[in-house]
């Protein structure tokens, strides 16, 4: 077995993003994620990469733009505010066909709103964020061994399919400390000819671009890009199950919303009722087929988190109205206890 250390989660995402390659962070400091911006600040000049502090979130994410653009392997970080001054960046890296990765520590809002745990971006994440048709693939660890795991997973994507990926936490994950082991298999990056890293008069010149004038032209483009984002939806669905086999009612949540969720399942079983958990681990490309199968059997879900109702929507779609899909959220900061998915299970278990 692997030694395990006792880290932060952010402090976790910064380690491994260095583990698997990445030598160039770009950021902002940002409650409650500005440990990883603290960080790399300490490791990256130790081992020959480049830490900066931009003057902003709008200047740090076109400096991971131009990193990734000349093939390196890349990586900011902010919290919800900071990513939305991001969007416009994220844009255009989904326009340029760029690999990169990008933390979001959630926290309250909308506007500064607070600091304490959320995950009110859901849309913003999932839906784009972003001016234009794009996709970024979203991961949702739920721990801190899956912080680490999913930085790993993140790097390999962006670069498998030559587009953002973000891992969407929340404050709580990101504060929380827990044992994680670094002991990962690594993928080879792989090879770049697109990037613009010199040609040493040996090829022809590389053009990173988004800017399209002939409307045919960016048609073209965004078919192309859609077609490979069909492929990642093929490819790419994560999810756990928990208790599902023989659960009438089931749960849908991430983050650390699933966390408490399964203490309650654990209650509800005590008193009899099956209750099991089916927990996105990407909610871009959403895992539809647990659902798909679970309605098969269940007679409702519920859907558990921290907005006032987003992953829900994602949930409706999947089910296809086929079962009663309802919400228990805390929003504004505030995490639901055990105990009241438990009265929200009771109801559902009633007939309310």
């Known amino acids: 077995m692997s030694e395990k250390v006792l880290m932060k989660g952010n402090e976790a995402i910064a380690e491994a993003a260095i583990i698997a390659g990445c030598r160039h962070y770009f950021g902002y400091p940002i409650t409650p994620q500005t440990e990883i911006a603290a960080y790399m600040a300490k490791r990256m000049p130790k081992i020959g990469g480049t830490f900066l502090q931009a003057e902003s979130e709008i200047a740090a994410i076109n400096m991971v733009y131009g990193a990734s653009a000349a093939g390196m392997r890349v990586m900011t970080s902010s919290s919800s505010p900071g990513i939305s001054l991001k969007s416009e960046g994220i844009s255009y890296i989904a326009g340029a066909d760029l690999p990169a990765v990008i933390v979001n520590a959630q926290r309250g809002g909308p506007g500064l709103g607070g600091i304490q745990p959320s995950q009110s971006d859901y ?117 756990e199950e928990y208790m599902t086999d023989d659960a009438d009612i089931i749960l849908a949540a991430f983050g650390i919303a699933a966390r408490v969720c399964k203490n309650a399942i654990k209650k509800a079983r005590k008193e009899g009722i099956k209750v099991g958990l089916i927990r996105p681990i990407t909610v871009w490309p959403f895992p539809n087929e647990p659902f798909e199968k679970a309605v098969k059997t269940c007679k409702a879900i519920i859907s558990v988190e921290l907005s006032m109702g987003q992953l829900i929507e994602d949930v409706r779609l999947a089910t296809g109205g086929k079962v009663p899909v309802t919400l228990c959220n805390r929003v504004g900061g505030m995490i639901p206890e055990p105990e009241e998915i438990l009265e929200e299970i009771h109801r559902v278990a009633n007939g309310g």
């Open 123 to 239: 849309f913003q994440a999932t839906r784009g964020g972003g001016h234009g048709d794009y996709h970024m693939i979203v991961l949702t660890p739920a721990s801190v061994q899956e912080m680490a795991e999913l930085t790993v997973k993140a790097f390999d994507l962006a670069d498998k399919y030559r587009m953002p990926v973000m891992i969407l936490a929340d404050g709580t994950i990101g504060q929380m400390m827990e044992p994680v082991s670094f002991d990962f298999k690594l993928n080879e990056p792989p090879a770049k000819p697109w990037a613009t890293n010199g040609t040493k008069m040996q090829r022809e010149h590389n053009i990173i671009n988004s800017l399209y004038l002939k409307p045919l032209d960016l048609e073209v483009e965004n078919m192309k890009r859609f077609e490979r984002y069909e492929i990642v939806k093929q490819n790419e669905p994560m999810y």
